[in-house]
């Protein structure tokens, strides 16, 4: 069973709205946690070079550019230390942004990732093509995902879909480390798709599972099942009606050779969610056994 803690935290900012949003949650969830703050800017710079006929054409000059983000990576971090009273450690580099924020995070020991996103849509949602979506897919550790419409800091509800395919129980105990910290109630969210035939009572017990590891942790939850066509929607419909402020989800990835891609309910949810989504990337061989009847063990 994995131990999740956290103890270093990863902001990438673009200096955008959602980008500064980020900075807010992550700096929030630095103070309650007591955690190191890290901020990451990358400038993103074109693989291509190309021949400039007219001299009246220039390309920026990086190191100006780069001089500013320095500088405005300072501004934030002190306003940081002024409303929440930590340190900042600012970083700012050139390269793939996505790759340069695993890099990073895997260089130094991150334990979470909090960024922004603005979602995706056609064919930018199909291909996977925002920076937050690539990271989301590449790190190896959580990435919480923050839309426009997250303003409110905190979670003091938490959603946590389980539906009957193999799962990983893992991200139970991100969700109630979290909860612990932000005094969260948990929601364990049995999704079951109208059409599917499959064994209620299987299902059930790894519902069952589940609610122990939450009883056990002394928080409060609840448990309710909905079915629906479409699990992810489903899923954001409930988070909606409880008035929730996270979702936790697995990637569920497609290709575990690549790990480039992410299965359709986790992309959905990550790509249209309101809320706050932490993604969980699973541990190789710790999913639910396919037989859960028994002596089955659910990690």
């Known amino acids: ?66 001089d ?3 500088r405005k990576l300072s501004e934030i971090a002190e306003d940081i230390r002024k409303e929440y009273g930590i340190a900042a450690t600012t970083m700012s580099s050139t390269g793939k942004i996505s790759s340069e924020v695993v890099n990073y995070a895997d260089e130094n020991k991150i334990d979470i990732i909090v960024m922004g996103t603005h979602g995706a849509s056609g064919f930018e949602e199909y291909f996977m093509g925002s920076n937050a979506h690539k990271v989301v897919t590449r790190a190896h550790c959580p990435v919480i995902s ?40 948990i929601h364990i969210l049995g999704l079951s798709e109208s059409h599917e035939d499959h064994d209620e009572a299987k299902f059930n017990i790894k519902l069952d599972s589940v609610e122990e590891v939450v009883k056990k942790s002394g928080l409060p939850y609840v448990r ?17 009606n409880v008035n929730a402020d996270l979702l936790v989800i697995n990637t569920d990835q497609e290709s575990a050779l690549t790990g480039m891609f992410m299965g359709p309910f986790a992309k959905q949810i990550v ?4 809320i706050p989504v932490m993604s969980v990337k699973p541990t190789e061989g710790e999913f639910d056994s396919p037989n859960l009847g028994g002596n089955a063990r659910i990690y």
Request: net charge neutral; no cysteine; glycine share 4%.
């Open 68 to 70: 500013v983000a320095t």
């Open 1 to 66: 069973m994995t131990t999740f803690k956290i103890n270093r935290i990863l902001i990438p900012t673009d200096f955008s709205e959602t980008g500064l949003l980020a900075i807010k949650h992550g700096a929030f969830m630095a103070r309650l946690f007591k955690a190191e703050l890290f901020l990451l800017h990358v400038l993103e710079v074109s693989e291509y070079t190309y021949d400039i006929p007219e001299p009246v054409l220039r390309l920026p000059n990086l190191e100006v550019i780069q």
């Open 224 to 240: 309710k099942v909905v079915e629906g066509t479409n699990l992810a929607v489903s899923a954001m419909e409930y988070a909606k």
């Open 271 to 274: 790509n249209h969610s309101r």
């Open 146 to 185: 923050i839309q426009t419409q997250a303003t409110k800091l905190g979670f003091a509800d938490i959603v946590v879909p389980i539906d009957n395919k193999f799962h990983s129980r893992e991200k139970i105990n991100y969700a109630i480390e979290l909860a612990t910290h932000y005094a969260s109630r």
